[in-house]
Nanobody, 121 residues
Framework: QVQLVESGGGLVQPGGSLRLSCAAS????????MGWYRQAPGEQRDLVAI???????NYADSVKGRFTISRDNAKNMVYLQMNILNPEDTAVYYC???????????????WGQGTQVTVSS
């Protein structure tokens, strides 16, 4: 079984910063793409940032220049540094990992349970 666990969410004032972490654990064989998505109330889940195994990154236009995605391959962890936060960044943030397990089979996307980020004064 595979688990993704996020941490680091919370309440922050506009202009502040937060760092989200996500750890993938379990019977993992290889981890490929890792990413962060967010979902605000009544909205669909949207891509925030994605980091491919080769090092290429993509960001949503709304977070470019403010958010940075990084990963620690040895620990199967992905991070999201969020700076200059504004109320529009309020959402539940989910991490994702495309990976294979020791049981074999195709690459599958796994999701964390989500962590709430609230930006408010």
């Amino acid at each position: 079984q595979v688990q993704l666990v996020e941490s680091g969410g919370g309440l922050v004032q506009p202009g502040g910063s937060l760092r989200l972490s996500c750890a993938a654990s379990g019977r993992i064989s290889a981890v490929y793409t890792m990413g962060w998505y967010r979902q605000a109330p009544g909205e669909q889940r949207d891509l925030v940032a994605i980091l491919f195994s080769g090092g290429t990154t993509n960001y949503a236009d709304s977070v470019k220049g403010r958010f940075t995605i990084s990963r620690d391959n040895a620990k199967n962890m992905v991070y999201l540094q969020m700076n200059i936060l504004n109320p529009e960044d309020t959402a539940v943030y989910y991490c994702s990992a495309d990976l294979t397990t020791v049981l074999g089979g195709p690459t599958r996307r796994y999701w964390g349970q989500g962590t709430q980020v609230t930006v408010s004064s």
